[in-house]
């Protein structure tokens, strides 16, 4: 449970209106009287993630202390025994104050009172007076708090209020209304302390203050949307929700993020809406609090990225292909059908899934290609590997990322897990704020290096503090001779209390990166670390369920199996293997048949016979396994779209038409099984999926100061997997890097979190985020190629070739050019390979 | 003591300003006390300061040498701020001792800095005064070159660099935590305390800070030179020494004086500043600017000794002792209307009390200016004006609460004639 009370926590005892109280030392008084006491002492600008102010002055409380004598120090008591109390003459904020045994504090008064609805008042004088159209009327602070403290009058004359800029723009995605901000500062905090990228600022003073942005574009973060939650007024509303719904008629649906390894618990407010057919909709993505994977955090991405589920080009018909077109068909035909080629295949059958589908989808599709005596199960992309690793020398049971702090560190490598996981980017980040010794090596700058530990004692590097900048493409030589060449950095990370290493793929090939995760997975043994909580290793695998396709049986190398060796039928499951891999052509063109169950109508799909429409997570309950190996389950919230169904429904069906047993009724039926027959999920099933606890610091209640009704976890927190297996430190061979020929350059693939998928593009409000396609490198590779920065110039490459913008900066390192993937819809390579670039003259136009 | 010796503003003792390092160390003894002070154990130093008595001048009264006393020794960074912020209305002695004795500031800088061990002394001042803080980068360049300033000072191993540094033109940055904000780079906002500035976490850069005003410093030489028992006899008991007072408003002759604490109020506007202008007479006074509570200029008032202790009792503060007198041509609810709106003009924000408090008092007091207000918008800014006292992150707040709640207990029927129309407002505003 994730509660402020450890076993070694000191306790001392406060006195609380009269009452005594057994509180953590340190604490903060205002999470300590809700925690203990269920004393909701009324704040604005104090938020347990972040430190107090002492702004609004609302959390106003009388204050004492045991008295005692100068001289002695012994406590002084009156004639009936008691302890004599010292009360300061004026009333303290509560907020600011850490509790410490003898504290008394009264918060019932009449002085109490008379000070919180003097403050009310204040706060009310310039507010405007818009609540019946405001996005935040009906989960709002500032009303639940007037309403409790407040005097009910105003005092002030209209004509006297303050008039300012109702829909400022702060940035594309976030807007301000000046007249109601309050100048809580926790949107500036939380930008400062939580991210660690103070684009929000104070401007002006006295009744002018007021929120600014200092970063062009305008509240540039990955993470905006958080200050929406936090805003204990209407004053900063997203672009996506704003005007679009009242609190009150929203449904919250308990959800998983279906974006990445992370897992981040949401809630999917929904209503019946006339814009959707008049079924429940998804309105707005809201956090759901989770201290162990997001805590109350999620990324724009997550919040924003919702709209795909109603994209125009969501796929809605099943299509099956007669000649070089496709017709409309039935379910119940279309069972047949499939079955029936999947039968003629005589077990040539294979399949690849993406990190989209859910452990109940992948099940039921392992079951249909074993049960037809296939064996191969893929996963797709084949770029990151060493979910087995992640199985064994994972995180334990009971680990928390934000549990570390002090004497604590962590090794982040070839990863850039701003754009990767931005929540692991952030918890990692508030780590090394609590003392986490934060290791960033890659082969380029990312904006995680900025925040590696100061650490004057590694000297001689490219870029400054606990930071190592390698060459191109290696990665794994460095994480394997760490303690040789490395040496300082390596002994700080093997002496820590607990260690994570993030070890991702970046410029590596499925082979390099294999070698860096047994590379980390072997420094993670020999240390000590592997198996403590707290301590173990994570791959940002792509998909919301890396680790879920993992435990189904699919792996990334037996996708490249199977694609040296096609078989006469492929299904693919929510995997855009065309849009994303341009060399998939060559060996997609000796299958047979491909079967897709997806999304889309996307590349592979029109080559495919049989396009089957599934769910995404919104309209379906399922489960995903996150990059910790937690399970969590996630709830139908929206409508469905056209004839798609669940992904386990339509193969479980198929299945059934094949005489492979009957298909599952539900998904909790599917777990059932899974349950059953997967070790590693021995005894896990939806109810236990969906249990909860109360969690610290507590926020979801039925306080009235946190807002917003979607924090409070209803839907479980899930169940983190037992590690399973022993890894022993295994010797690694480390493959040679691409060599470039002449006229030729390495073309290292990079993620892009916000880009042009098809999952993505849909939305639409976030499109002027996306960065245009580049390629990025170093001066001396750009000179050259006769490159400056600014040029076009034409990427060529296996399977295609697309025009880009070069950036010339030495930001990356010498002998390769960055070149991120889905930037445009043409298929760019997918992993490390060799090219050319060549300077485009005549004018060009660059594709996006 | 007038006409004989200062303490502070030794250059009238001589009949001209001492700027230049030679003058200062011919003609007012220059560097002695500091000298002197090296040669000490710090702890002697501080115990020195205590002994004396003196307070701090910038408007609290807090005893100097008891800040001193509460760095940390053991910590290895500390600071020596000095507080030439001078805003207060009404206030400009600082500017003075600046102008025209600066060495004897640099020399009771240096003697705090050497007693707490700290590493360099910053001068914040505020930003008009531009040509003061070249002057004493200049004065600050000669006593380094005199061996005053830098690595292992006069040989004794201690070593500490000067500095000044101008503010950006806001009344907060004088407060201790706002001004170290604003000698950070920051937003000058105040400081939630604890940590206070002499605590480590709670000073600059999070060090262990020592911020004094500039007339607090400028005391320290003559006490190290002629010892705090000397400097006890001067004063009233608990108010030791002289002050700066600035005199200013409806009186003969303006200007600073350099009084014992025990001098009182008919003293000096009376014999020493010649009394109201010609045909008027005293009506009220703001001892210590538009921070402190007004007091009818009544003879209680004036036998008055103006010292912390005895202003106390009449229901005032001498804080900096920013003197602004007024006669009876004046309405006292214009003088609460030009208060109140220096301080919604000056109030950081930071805070809900004083934001938008200050902003409201204003606008009702914008109200009662033009004749368009009744009796009950007077109980009504009274009542905010308390609503807002005691409740705010720092003492501005309180600060802003004071013009409102005593001119209205004193004069409250000059409200009512303005409220009502009855007197239009003063000319020009």
């Not at chain 2, 292992?152 to 000044?164: A, D, R």
């Not at chain 2, 902003?359 to 033009?370: G, H, P």
């Amino acid at each position: 449970m994730v509660t402020p009370v450890k076993e070694d926590t000191e306790l001392v005892t406060i006195n609380i209106d009269g009452k005594d109280y057994q509180v953590p030392k340190g604490g903060n008084l205002v999470d300590m009287a809700k925690w203990v006491a269920g004393n909701d002492i009324p704040v604005f600008c104090y938020h347990p993630k972040m430190d107090p102010v002492g702004m609004c002055r609302m959390c106003l409380i009388e204050l004492g202390g045991v008295a005692r004598d100068r001289a002695t120090g012994d406590i002084q008591y009156n004639d009936d025994g008691t302890p004599q109390i010292r009360w300061f003459p004026k009333l303290q904020t509560a907020c600011t104050q850490t509790v410490n045994d003898g504290m008394y504090i009264k918060t019932n008064t009449e002085q109490v009172k008379e000070g919180r609805e003097s403050v009310i008042e204040f706060l009310l004088t310039s507010h405007p007076l818009d609540c019946p159209i405001c996005d935040k009327g009906g989960e709002c602070p500032l009303q639940n708090l007037t309403m409790a403290h407040g005097n009910g009058v105003s005092r002030m004359y209209f004509d006297d209020k303050m008039h300012l800029n109702k829909h400022y723009p702060l940035g594309d995605l976030i807007y301000l209304d000046r007249e109601r901000c309050i100048q809580c500062a926790r949107c500036i905090r939380f930008q400062d302390e939580i991210v660690g990228d103070d684009v929000l600022a104070f401007h002006e003073r006295g009744r002018r203050l007021q929120i600014i942005t200092n970063s062009d574009p305008g509240f540039d973060t990955y993470f905006s949307g958080n200050t929406t939650d936090i805003c204990p007024v209407g004053a900063l509303t997203t672009g996506d929700f704003r005007f679009g719904a009242r609190p009150w008629e929203l449904t919250e649906v308990p959800s998983i993020s279906p974006w990445d390894a992370a897992g981040e618990n949401i809630s999917l407010s929904t209503r019946l809406d006339r814009d959707f057919g008049g079924k429940a909709m998804i309105k707005r993505v809201m956090p759901r609090q989770n201290e162990y994977v997001n805590e109350i955090w999620i990324s724009d991405k997550t919040r924003f990225g919702h709209h795909f589920t109603r994209s125009d080009n969501r796929l809605s018909k099943i299509q099956i292909r007669k000649g070089s077109n496709f017709s409309e068909s039935t379910w119940d035909s279309t069972f047949k059908a499939v079955a029936k080629t999947l039968k003629e295949a005589n077990g040539s059958v294979a399949a690849i899934a993406g990190g989209s589908a859910t452990n109940e989808d992948l099940y039921e599709l392992a079951q249909l290609v074993t049960g037809l005596g296939g064996d191969k199960l893929g996963a797709w992309s084949p770029t990151h590997t060493g979910a087995d690793l992640v199985a064994q020398v994972g995180l334990p049971e009971g680990s928390n990322l934000g549990e570390l702090g002090a004497g604590d560190a962590i090794l982040v490598i070839a990863s850039d897990l701003e754009e990767e996981v931005p929540m692991w980017r952030l918890r990692l980040k508030t780590a090394q704020d609590r003392g986490a010794y934060l290791v960033v090596a890659n082969g380029r700058n990312t904006r995680l290096e900025e925040l590696a530990t100061e650490d004057p004692n590694i000297k001689g590097r490219v870029v400054d503090g606990a930071a190592i900048r390698y060459e191109a493409g290696s990665a794994a030589a460095v994480m394997a001779n760490l303690k040789k060449s490395n040496k300082d950095i390596a002994k700080k990370l093997a002496d820590a209390n607990h260690l994570v290493i993030v070890a991702g793929a970046e410029g590596l090939t499925l082979e390099g990166h294999r070698a860096l995760v047994q590379s980390a997975a072997n420094f993670l043994i020999d240390s000590g670390h592997a198996g403590k909580v707290n301590s173990g290793l994570l791959v940002p695998l792509p998909g919301a369920n890396g680790m879920g396709l993992h435990y189904m049986g699919f792996s990334p190398e037996t996708t490249q199996d199977i694609a040296a060796n096609p078989p006469k039928v492929l299904i693919v499951l929510n995997a855009e293997i065309l849009d994303d891999d341009p060399t998939a052509k060559t060996w997609l063109s000796q299958v047979d048949t491909v079967i897709t169950l997806g999304y889309f109508m996307d590349a592979i799909a029109r080559e495919s016979k049989f396009v089957l429409p599934v769910q995404t997570f919104a309209e379906r309950d399922g489960s995903f396994t996150n990059g910790e190996r937690r399970v969590q389950r996630f709830y139908t919230a929206q409508g469905p779209m056209g004839d798609a169904i669940p992904a386990w429904k339509a193969v479980g069906n198929i299945a059934q038409a094949a005489d492979l047993g009957r298909a599952k009724l539900s998904a909790a039926a599917v777990m059932v099984a899974i349950a059953k027959n997967v070790a590693a999920f021995e005894g896990i099933t939806y109810k236990v999926l969906a249990r909860t606890e109360r969690q610290f610091p507590d926020v979801g209640g039925d306080d009235k100061y946190y807002g917003g009704n979607a924090y409070q976890n209803t839907g479980g927190i899930g169940k983190q997997i037992a590690l399973s297996g022993t890894a022993k430190s295994e010797k690694v061979t480390v493959p040679d890097a691409l060599k470039a020929g002449k006229g030729e350059i390495v073309l290292l693939p990079t993620t892009r979190l916000y880009d042009r998928s098809h999952m993505f593009i849909p939305t639409v409000m976030v499109r002027s985020r996306v960065s245009l396609p580049f390629v990025h490198l170093n001066p001396k590779d750009a000179k050259a190629l006769k490159l400056a920065d600014g040029d076009y110039a034409e990427v060529n490459y296996d399977g295609g070739s697309v025009r880009v913008r070069a950036v010339v900066s030495d930001d990356v390192s010498v002998g390769a050019a960055v070149f991120p993937r889905k930037l445009t819809e043409k298929a760019t390579p997918l992993v490390p390979t060799v090219g050319t670039i060549t300077k485009v003259t005549e004018p060009a136009q660059i594709e996006g | 003591m007038a006409d004989s010796k200062h303490i502070v503003l030794r250059h009238l003792d001589i009949g001209k300003p001492i700027i230049k390092l030679k003058d200062y160390e011919k003609r007012a003894g220059g560097y002695d006390g500091f000298k002197k002070a090296v040669k000490m154990e710090k702890s002697a130093v501080i115990d020195e300061v205590k002994a004396s008595g003196l307070r701090g001048r910038g408007g609290a009264g807090f005893p100097a040498g008891v800040k001193w006393s509460f760095i940390p020794q053991n910590e290895p960074i500390k600071y020596v701020t000095v507080n030439a912020d001078e805003s207060e209305t009404g206030t400009f002695k600082d500017r003075l001792i600046m102008e025209q004795n600066p060495h004897q500031l640099i020399e009771g800088a240096l003697t705090c800095a050497y007693a707490i061990g700290a590493k360099a002394v910053y001068i914040y001042l505020r930003g008009e005064f531009w040509d003061v803080a070249h002057m004493l980068d200049e004065r600050i360049e000669e006593a380094r070159k005199a061996g005053y300033i830098g690595e292992n000072i006069l040989g004794s191993g201690f070593s500490c660099e000067v500095y000044t540094h101008l503010g950006a033109g806001a009344y907060i940055c004088g407060e201790e935590s706002a001004l170290l904000n604003s000698l950070e780079g920051k937003l000058g906002q105040p400081r939630v305390r604890p940590p206070f500035p002499a605590q480590k976490g709670g000073g600059l850069y999070g060090e262990a800070t020592v911020v004094n005003n500039v007339e607090t410093l400028a005391n320290v030489p003559w006490i190290m030179v002629n010892g705090a028992d000397e400097y006890k006899k001067i004063g009233t008991e608990q108010s030791a020494g002289t002050k700066l007072y600035c005199v200013s408003g409806n009186i003969q002759k303006p200007g600073v004086y350099e009084l014992p604490f025990d001098t009182t109020f008919r003293e000096l506007l009376e014999t020493v500043c010649g009394g109201p202008p010609e045909g008027r007479s005293f009506k009220a006074l703001l001892p210590s600017g538009g921070s402190g509570p007004i007091v009818p200029l009544t003879d209680e008032v004036l036998d008055t000794r103006m010292s912390y202790e005895d202003c106390a009792a009449i229901d005032t503060i001498i804080g900096s002792a920013s003197l602004i007198v007024m006669d009876d041509s004046v309405n006292i609810a214009w003088v609460a209307s030009k208060v109140i709106k220096f301080f919604a003009h000056e109030s950081c924000g930071k805070c809900t009390p004083c934001r938008e408090g200050t902003y409201w008092l204003d606008k009702v007091l914008d109200r009662i200016m033009a004749g368009q207000a009744t009796a009950k918008d007077i109980e009504r800014i009274d009542d905010v004006a308390k609503n807002m006292a005691g409740i705010t992150l720092c003492a501005l707040g309180d600060f802003a609460a004071n013009p409102i709640i005593h001119t209205i207990k004193h004069f409250k029927e000059d409200f009512l004639a303005m409220a009502e129309g009855k007197e239009l407002a003063q000319a020009g505003d």
